[in-house]
Structure formats: structure tokens, C-alpha cells
């Protein structure tokens, strides 16, 4: 996400919709891919988020991706040779932490569960 602005929500366009109804995020920040990418031995998922990166002036700097991740290693290789002026930093269990964070809304829906 960009460090001044909304995060950007990328995944496959059948979840985006689910994406629009569930998030706080304007419809504009969540971006959503075809499916012929998916076991496209021909194209990446990651093609498309370089693409979207780079029309949002992105692709350059620090970008923090989850290294320690199952199924991250074609994903990786797909944006560093798609975004040659960033730098891919670590940026595992990052989400996580953050979800560790939690508003006042949460606490108090947690404590009428506990209740």
C-alpha cells in the first residue's frame, strides 16, 4: 500500500466483489484479475499487479511482499522481473500483526463473546 494513502486490494476478480462489500476500501483500490491467469503456464497474476503498479507510479522503491509463503516463489520471480526499479523487502506475518491491532468496536464485540 502506499505509505500516504488507501491500501490497494489485489486478487482474483471473483473475489473482488466480495471485496467491495466487505472492506472500507473505495471500489477504485481494489483491483481484481481474469481468471486466464490462473494455471496459465503462459501468464502471472503477478503480470497484472506489475501493471497495476506501475499505472499507479508504484514501481519504484521499497515494496514489502510475504517471503514465507507456500506458494510465493513464481510470484516473486513474476514481479522482480516485472519491477526492476523496486526493491522487494519482507514483509512476512506483516498482515498478521496488524490484525493483532484492533479498534474499539472490535474489543467490545470480543468482550460481549466472551460475556
Not at 514501481?59 to 526499479?85: C, H, M, R
Not at 500483526?97 to 479498534?103: D, G, Q, T
Amino acid at each position: 500500500m502506499p505509505s500516504d494513502g488507501e491500501p490497494l486490494w489485489f486478487g482474483r476478480g471473483q473475489d473482488a466483489n466480495g471485496a467491495k462489500r466487505t472492506t472500507w476500501l473505495s471500489h477504485r483500490n481494489i483491483v481484481g484479475y481474469a481468471d486466464h491467469y490462473v494455471q496459465s503456464t503462459e501468464r502471472h497474476p503477478m503480470d497484472r499487479l506489475a501493471e497495476v503498479l506501475k499505472a499507479c507510479c508504484l514501481d519504484k522503491g521499497v515494496i514489502g511482499v510475504e517471503l514465507d509463503n507456500y506458494w510465493f516463489t513464481a510470484a516473486y520471480l513474476a514481479l522482480q522481473s516485472q519491477l526492476p526499479n523496486a526493491r522487494l523487502a519482507d514483509g512476512t506475518a506483516l498482515v498478521n500483526w496488524l490484525r493483532a491491532v484492533k479498534s474499539e468496536t472490535e474489543i467490545e464485540y470480543m468482550r460481549r463473546a466472551d460475556r
